[in-house]
């Protein structure tokens, strides 16, 4: 039932930007903390952002720290990912994430495929 319809993936330059965006339907978002990971093809699925839910603690991993923008508009019930000076180790499926600390089921997007041009 609760799911992200997912938008913003595409080819993107190098250099370029790209914001990525997941709207939350069937589930309570506004008490969830947000994440995006990323998959390389053949690689393990890794952690690029999140923001807390309880202080708005943000984390950003070292290869996207200074370039990625994790975001989120409750009243849309929506979560971002801006990705600015694109390159093309950021080339990946990134995956959207809600999770309670509190317990419950986590939500996912299915991926969305961003390929930077080198």
């Known amino acids: 039932q609760g799911k992200f319809v997912e938008s913003g993936?595409?080819?993107?330059?190098?250099?370029?930007?790209?914001?990525?965006?997941?709207?939350?339907?069937?589930?309570?978002f506004n008490v969830r903390g947000v994440r995006w990971f990323r998959q390389a093809p053949g690689e393990e699925r890794v952690l690029v952002a999140s923001l807390s839910v309880i202080d708005g603690r943000v984390y950003y991993a070292d290869s996207v720290a200074g370039r990625f923008t994790i975001s989120r508009d409750d009243a849309k019930n929506t979560m971002s990912l801006q990705m600015n000076s694109l390159k093309p180790e950021d080339t990946a499926v990134y995956f959207c994430n809600a999770f309670h600390l509190g317990g419950g089921p986590e939500y996912w997007g299915l991926g969305m495929q961003v390929i930077v041009s080198s």
């Open 9 to 28: 993936g595409g080819f993107v330059e190098f250099g370029g930007s790209v914001r990525l965006s997941c709207t939350a339907s069937g589930f309570q």
